[in-house]
């Protein structure tokens, strides 16, 4: 079995990876590949806020606050 097999088995046999799955999926220009890697790499999604979320990727901008030079 491949590894995109085996993936997509292990995403197949757990509703709740399924469903998000289908939530990535349903994003225009977010493909299979990207899903999963966010479904691997983010296992929070789904369980937290649109901001929490966007924090958690490092697409939300964050202020350097430093004190010194």
Known sequence: ??????IETII???PVLT???????SIPG?????????????PELGAMDETQATSLA???PVVTRQSGK
């Open 30 to 42: 977010l493909g299979h590949v990207t899903a999963q890697a966010l479904l691997a790499d983010m």
């Open 1 to 6: 079995m491949s590894r995109d097999a085996a």
């Open 12 to 14: 197949g046999e757990d």
């Open 58 to 60: 490092v697409l939300a």
């Open 19 to 25: 469903r998000r799955r289908e939530i990535l999926l």
